[in-house]
């Protein structure tokens, strides 16, 4: 491997001698953003960059097709508040209170869990930490906890009129508890939007060139946000970007290397919208060229998708987040209709101790399920769905083949993958995830991903510190061997 890292120009890369999965060894030669040739042996141009794959494997760039960028950014710079750093009161009390010497900062709270404390409030954190503002974030993404401080930064009072989900305690005052009102609460936020330098960075060191980011509340804000990290040069991967209606207008006037993805449907059991209303939404994305993907955690929620994609007819893209409990209905279903599901594998090996708690006994077979969404006949792809899942998809994969919990508790064997199927589902096509693993091939774009071992033993170490090198859209954006040297 060259120790140099290379900035596309005018010369050609070469990458000589690299296994292709399933095909042999070949030269593959790269000019500008593109793959220009590919055979057994090609002759090195003069001034062309040579790198030695040592006939190891060389694959299209990983896809992350369920993550929340911006949170992610900011979640490094938050305080991890549940499991399995923080699980009771006296560890979230002694977390806090590392971070509450400053008065002038607000403090961000990540990763909480009932588990720890189902009383924790704004009085609770005011005893705890009261000297400043404070925000803590449910794991499930869909409740906020504020403090006095914060409360009054925000100018939250009886004064103003709340939304529902603004929590009242017993005594007819706010308990700090926000249920599933982050737009509401971000218009009150002066945030600075995170720099997303140093998590691209560590996708690329995981091999990932694509990502798509599934906000539900993405608008035009959010794009202009994103495209700014992109002209930067804080984003050098390709993004697809989900989102709500208000992106319907932006179909013609896409960046290079951003594209607009599907309309993104939230859908929560105790507040199902009204059917025909939905069926409604999600035809007028269908006529502006975009496909509906639908959160769904509850197999409740699952059944309604399905149920309003009868209706609506389905559109080529139109697609599952999680599928967190799908039965067989559900699987003939969305093989029947063509609908693929982005699920979280490695949620099994994060969170599955806790599923054995929370999840009906009877559902717990049925978690993040695998193998059987292959043998229905559904597109299966995954994502980190980060902040609220860790970002390796390399873990994701080992997860999918081993389905055991952190205390090593086998969930749903009969799910397992094999090590190419857990590959597969990282290395579909940004706007059509799932399937087989992209064929790289002249013509096609230069998202790629080698790495410093043969596929015969990767598959028995599917791990993100074989990464050799990631290019994306020709250029070099990890290198292995000079960041070792760099540090």
Same mark, same amino acid.
């Given at each position: 491997?060259?120790?140099?890292?290379?900035?596309?120009?005018?010369? =050609?890369?070469?990458?000589?001698?690299?296994?292709?999965?399933?095909?042999?060894?070949?030269?593959?030669?790269?000019?500008?953003?593109?793959?220009?040739?590919?055979?057994?042996?090609?002759?090195?141009?003069?001034?062309?960059?040579? *790198?030695? /794959?040592?006939?190891?494997?060389?694959?299209?760039?990983?896809?992350?097709?369920?993550?929340?960028?911006?949170?992610?950014?900011?979640?490094?710079?938050?305080?991890?508040?549940?499991?399995?750093?923080?699980?009771?009161?006296?560890?979230?009390?002694?977390?806090?209170?590392?971070?509450?010497?400053?008065? =002038?900062?607000?403090?961000?709270?990540?990763? @909480?869990?009932?588990?720890?404390?189902?009383?924790?409030?704004?009085?609770?954190?005011?005893?705890?930490?009261?000297?400043?503002? &404070?925000?803590?974030?449910?794991?499930?993404?869909?409740?906020?906890?504020?403090?006095?401080?914060?409360? =009054?930064?925000?100018?939250?009072?009886?004064?103003?009129?709340?939304?529902?989900?603004?929590?009242?305690?017993?005594?007819?005052?706010?308990?700090?508890?926000?249920?599933?009102?982050?737009?509401?609460?971000?218009?009150? $936020?002066?945030?600075?939007?995170?720099? $997303?330098?140093?998590?691209?960075?560590?996708?690329? /060191?995981?091999?990932?060139?694509?990502?798509?980011?599934?906000?539900?509340?993405?608008?035009?804000?959010?794009? =202009?946000?994103?495209?700014?990290?992109?002209?930067?040069?804080?984003?050098?991967?390709?993004?697809?970007?989900?989102?709500?209606?208000?992106?319907?207008?932006? &179909?013609?006037?896409?960046?290079?290397?951003?594209?607009?993805?599907?309309?993104?449907?939230?859908?929560?059991?105790?507040?199902?919208?009204?059917?025909?209303?939905?069926?409604?939404?999600?035809?007028?994305?269908?006529?502006?060229?975009?496909?509906?993907?639908?959160?769904?955690?509850?197999?409740?929620?699952?059944?309604?998708?399905?149920?309003?994609?009868?209706?609506? +007819? *389905?559109?080529?893209?139109?697609?599952?987040?999680?599928?967190?409990?799908?039965?067989?209905?559900?699987?003939?279903?969305?093989?029947?209709?063509?609908?693929? &599901?982005?699920?979280?594998?490695? @949620?099994?090996?994060?969170?599955?101790?806790?599923?054995?708690?929370? *999840?009906? &006994?009877?559902?717990?077979?049925?978690?993040?399920?695998?193998?059987?969404?292959?043998?229905?006949?559904?597109?299966?792809?995954? +994502?980190?769905?980060?902040?609220?899942?860790?970002?390796?998809?390399?873990?994701?994969?080992?997860?999918?083949?081993?389905?055991?919990?952190?205390?090593?508790?086998?969930?749903?064997?009969?799910?397992?993958?094999?090590?190419?199927?857990?590959?597969?589902?990282? +290395?579909?096509?940004?706007?059509?995830?799932? +399937?087989?693993?992209?064929?790289?091939?002249?013509?096609?774009?230069?998202?790629?991903?080698?790495?410093?071992?043969?596929?015969?033993?990767?598959?028995?170490?599917?791990?993100?510190?074989?990464?050799?090198?990631?290019?994306?859209?020709?250029?070099?954006?990890?290198?292995?061997?000079?960041?070792?040297?760099?540090?």
């Amino acid at each position: 491997m060259s120790q140099e890292l290379y900035s596309r120009s005018e010369c =050609s890369l070469l990458i000589r001698r690299a296994q292709l999965l399933g095909r042999g060894v070949f030269d593959v030669r790269i000019s500008g953003s593109t793959i220009t040739a590919l055979a057994e042996q090609l002759v090195p141009l003069s001034g062309e960059s040579i *790198v030695e /794959a040592g006939c190891n494997l060389l694959l299209p760039g990983l896809h992350d097709h369920h993550l929340h960028l911006f949170a992610t950014a900011a979640a490094r710079a938050s305080v991890v508040c549940g499991p399995p750093q923080v699980n009771n009161e006296v560890e979230l009390e002694a977390a806090l209170l590392k971070h509450c010497k400053s008065k =002038s900062t607000w403090l961000r709270g990540v990763g @909480f869990h009932d588990s720890v404390s189902k009383r924790i409030d704004r009085q609770w954190l005011d005893r705890v930490c009261g000297n400043r503002p &404070v925000r803590i974030q449910h794991r499930s993404g869909m409740m906020w906890i504020l403090n006095s401080c914060a409360l =009054s930064e925000l100018a939250i009072d009886e004064k103003i009129e709340l939304p529902d989900g603004a929590e009242r305690g017993d005594d007819g005052q706010l308990s700090g508890r926000f249920y599933n009102l982050d737009a509401w609460l971000g218009e009150r $936020l002066a945030k600075v939007r995170p720099n $997303l330098r140093d998590l691209s960075h560590e996708l690329a /060191a995981f091999g990932v060139t694509g990502l798509t980011d599934t906000g539900a509340t993405n608008g035009r804000a959010s794009w =202009s946000a994103l495209e700014a990290a992109m002209n930067a040069g804080e984003l050098r991967q390709r993004l697809l970007v989900m989102g709500n209606e208000e992106l319907h207008e932006l &179909v013609a006037t896409q960046p290079k290397r951003m594209a607009l993805g599907p309309l993104k449907i939230y859908l929560r059991e105790v507040t199902l919208p009204e059917l025909d209303a939905l069926v409604a939404r999600i035809a007028t994305a269908h006529q502006h060229g975009r496909s509906a993907a639908f959160h769904c955690v509850s197999l409740v929620e699952l059944h309604f998708a399905i149920l309003a994609l009868r209706e609506a +007819g *389905v559109r080529a893209g139109d697609r599952i987040e999680h599928a967190a409990i799908a039965d067989d209905y559900a699987l003939d279903a969305l093989a029947e209709l063509g609908i693929t &599901v982005v699920t979280q594998p490695h @949620f099994i090996a994060e969170r599955g101790d806790q599923y054995l708690v929370d *999840v009906d &006994v009877d559902d717990v077979p049925l978690l993040y399920r695998g193998a059987s969404f292959l043998r229905a006949g559904v597109a299966l792809a995954a +994502g980190s769905d980060a902040p609220y899942g860790g970002t390796d998809p390399w873990s994701s994969m080992r997860a999918a083949i081993a389905r055991r919990t952190p205390s090593d508790v086998e969930i749903g064997r009969k799910e397992t993958l094999s090590p190419l199927q857990a590959l597969n589902l990282f +290395g579909g096509e940004l706007q059509k995830p799932g +399937g087989d693993l992209r064929a790289l091939a002249v013509g096609q774009v230069a998202d790629l991903c080698l790495l410093a071992l043969p596929w015969e033993q990767l598959q028995l170490d599917l791990d993100a510190r074989h990464v050799a090198l990631t290019l994306c859209d020709g250029q070099i954006i990890y290198d292995a061997a000079a960041t070792q040297l760099a540090s």
